[in-house]
């Protein structure tokens, strides 16, 4: 058993109190803090269904910030719920902290706090949270500046680099261009389009990538979006890798097919 916080909170009551009494006073306190009931309690990366409520929290405010949220996301909103196969509970969380999200004032650093503790710093979960936002980021077309600061504040916290975030959103075929004080890139898809399932774009690759270009896209995507690497993560993200390693499968084998590489 640690009597290290009872040590530590005696002293600490006997240097504020200068009377014996602070020392019972602080070696109280030290027992709480011994057994775990003062310290902050986190979820463990990859806990069941605790990313649920800030993910749709978050595609709620990201939603709502260019002003107002369109049947487009909210149609993207219902196709994430329906691809992860939410149980009745947590399709009701789901919609209940989507439409929290679109509320004047919502705590945004509080959601994205939240799925940087799930996450618990592994990348391979933090590349499937940004993959199922991208969905309602996207929902109207061209990314724009509001919903671009709220994604780079997630990117951030998650440690995933703008290039990455890219790199994702090309995999999904949405062309994508980080906005910089309100000027928009020719590369944008124009608004209301719907994203093609382009095998290069899938990979995240030009179409004159070389051979060796190729095979090294496609065993570093698969390597990342592979299911058996996830561990110990809920179904619903499982589910959600096993349809990326499908996309990612179809698309090399689509460019191997047309190249006729071995």
């Not at 209940?96 to 919502?106: C, H, L, N, P, S």
């Not at 000027?183 to 990979?203: C, F, H, I, M, W």
């Amino acid at each position: 058993m640690s009597i290290l916080g009872k040590l530590i909170g005696g002293l600490i009551g006997l240097m504020l109190f200068r009377h014996p009494f602070g020392i019972l006073i602080g070696a109280a306190i030290g027992h709480l803090w011994d057994t775990g009931s003062m310290r902050p309690r986190h979820p463990a990366a990859g806990a069941p269904g605790t990313f649920i409520a800030p993910l749709f929290g978050l595609a709620g405010a990201i939603a709502k910030s260019d002003g107002r949220v369109s049947e487009q996301e909210i149609a993207a909103a219902e196709n994430l719920m329906a691809r992860m196969q939410l149980a009745p509970v947590q399709r009701a969380i789901a919609i209940e902290r989507f439409t929290a999200g679109k509320q004047d004032g919502f705590a945004v650093d509080l959601a994205i706090a939240d799925l940087k503790a799930w996450c618990g710093g592994r990348r391979d979960l933090a590349y499937l949270l940004l993959d199922m936002l991208l969905d309602i980021v996207y929902a109207e077309g061209p990314l724009v500046p509001d919903k671009f600061a709220i994604v780079r504040q997630l990117c951030w916290a998650l440690g995933v680099h703008e290039r990455e975030l890219a790199a994702l959103a090309a995999m999904k075929g949405y062309a994508y261009a980080a906005r910089g004080e309100g000027q928009n890139s020719s590369r944008e898809a124009p608004r209301g389009s719907t994203p093609g399932k382009d095998p290069y774009a899938v990979l995240g690759l030009e179409r004159n990538a070389a051979e060796s270009e190729i095979k090294r896209a496609y065993r570093k995507l698969i390597s990342q979006h592979h299911p058996d690497k996830l561990g110990d993560v809920p179904d619903e993200l499982k589910r959600r890798a096993e349809e990326r390693a499908r996309e990612i499968n179809t698309a090399y084998e689509r460019i191997r097919a047309e190249r006729k590489i071995k």
